[in-house]
């Protein structure tokens, strides 16, 4: 089976190769290692993370990576903002102290007293 066509998103891209799949009686199984093995170069390593080979449900499985690659596809800034957002959120500034100068809001390593 083929990579994927650059203007086909990521849905139409899975709904294409279940038909391919269906016309040409393969098994479910082709279907979800299409999805993960011919995916783009910045891709592919996420996608093979996200596979779980012990699953079951080719199907399924394969829908919810291409619905994984076409949010990261289209929302990749969107994304990195929720990241750098939740990181900045879980550092507390005011609750962590000085055990040099016994100050709020910064650590001894940063401390310039």
């Known amino acids: 089976m083929a ?3 650059a203007r086909r998103t990521w849905a139409e891209h899975f709904l294409y ?15 979800l290692d299409n999805i993960v093995h011919h995916a783009s170069p910045e891709l592919v390593n996420v996608m093979r993370f996200k596979y779980e080979p012990t ?10 990576l291409a619905h994984f690659a076409q949010s990261i596809e ?3 800034s969107v994304v990195g903002r ?8 879980g550092k507390p500034k005011g609750s962590i102290t000085c055990y ?5 809001g910064h650590i001894a390593d940063d401390c310039r007293a």
């Open 82 to 89: 929720e990241v750098v957002a939740a990181h900045v959120e």
């Open 55 to 64: 699953r079951l449900d080719y199907l399924r499985h394969a829908e919810e």
């Open 3 to 5: 990579k994927k066509y």
């Open 74 to 76: 289209h929302g990749s």
């Open 17 to 31: 190769m279940v038909a391919v799949s269906e016309a040409r009686g393969g098994a479910d199984s082709l279907v």
């Open 100 to 104: 040099r100068c016994g100050r709020p």
